[in-house]
């Protein structure tokens, strides 16, 4: 079966995170790139595709024409980790999956989710909140030093989800972490960003 796939998006996070999965996943795909700040996606062409009004969003395209759409970054994610078992961007078995998820939901919750939080406050002038926010995601991915410190990549000896939830949130934060105190991070940070698929998916959207 034979399935066209295009992802509509912009340049920010929650996009960047679900094009480094595809391509990770070597997922053939093309990019419809939604002007956000031309309001395109509040257009009622994109309404069409995804009713709430919000980027990314996945069109997955039958033989016959007919679409189903895929929302939700991390859905995304997790549809290009199941199509492409053989990358194992989710784990070779029940306990690596355990840890890719750990780590997933631990770049989730403790970092994307307050960022999300933080530029939601910021906008609505709650300028307080939105720096606790900061404060919390340089805390969480300080201490993130540590999952790298002995493995390769975050879930373990394998590149996975967790790695590419990881790598966006740190690329947008990275000018407030202080690295002198992040070897292990550091390192982590170029090995991921040499990769030839995450540098294809940090670009789709230029
Ligand atoms: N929970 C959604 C959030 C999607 C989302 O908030 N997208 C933002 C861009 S990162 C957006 O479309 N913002 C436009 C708006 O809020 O008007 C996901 O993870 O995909």
Redesign the pocket.
């Given at each position: 079966l034979d399935h066209q796939h295009i992802l509509y998006?912009?340049r920010?996070?929650?996009?960047l995170?679900?094009a480094v999965a595809l391509e990770e996943a070597g997922l053939p795909h093309t990019i419809r790139k939604?002007a956000?700040r031309r309001g395109e996606?509040?257009g009622a062409e994109f309404l069409a595709i995804n009713p709430?009004?919000?980027?990314?969003a996945l069109a997955v395209v039958d033989d016959s024409g007919g679409q189903t759409i895929i929302?939700?970054?991390?859905?995304?994610m997790f549809y290009a980790g199941e199509w492409a078992k053989d990358a194992h961007l989710l784990g070779v078995d029940l306990l690596s999956r355990a840890q890719v998820l750990e780590r997933f939901f631990y770049f989730l919750t403790e970092a994307i989710a307050p960022s999300?939080a933080g530029f939601k406050l910021g906008g609505a002038g709650i300028t307080d909140g939105a720096r606790y926010c900061d404060a919390k995601i340089a805390e969480s991915l300080t201490f993130a030093d540590n999952f790298v410190r002995s493995n390769l990549f975050m879930a373990g000896e394998r590149f996975s989800l967790a790695d590419i939830a990881a790598y966006t949130i740190i690329a947008a934060h990275q000018e407030k972490l202080d690295w002198s105190v992040l070897p292990s991070l550091d390192a982590w940070f170029h090995r991921v960003g040499e990769r030839p698929a995450v540098q294809r998916g940090m670009s789709a959207f230029n």
């Open positions: 998006g912009a920010t996070g929650n996009c995170r679900a939604i956000l996606h509040k709430l009004g919000l980027v990314p929302t939700e970054s991390n859905a995304i999300m």
